[in-house]
């Protein structure tokens, strides 16, 4: 099982934010995000960022050809 707890290192400690869903003693992995990581993880998406860059072909509602014998 894989499960993701936010935290944070200080003065050689690991702090949760919240608590673990085992009771047992249990591996864990430790990943240290930098001020840069952390940025990029709280910026918020722009609406319309994709806009002229996507597009959709007339056909996209016709039926695929692969599926033709399906109908």
Not at 1 to 7: E, L
Not at 43 to 50: D, N, S, T, V
Not at 52 to 70: A, Q, S
Request: aromatic share 8%.
């Amino acid at each position: 099982m894989f499960t993701a707890i936010r935290g944070y290192y200080e003065k050689g400690n690991i702090i949760l934010k919240e608590k673990p869903p085992v009771d047992t003693k249990t591996e864990v992995i430790v990943t240290f995000l930098t001020d840069e990581n952390i940025s990029r993880v709280q910026q918020k998406r722009q609406p319309g960022g994709l806009k002229g860059k996507v597009t959709i072909p007339d056909d996209f509602n016709e039926p695929l050809e692969d599926l033709r014998d399906y109908q």
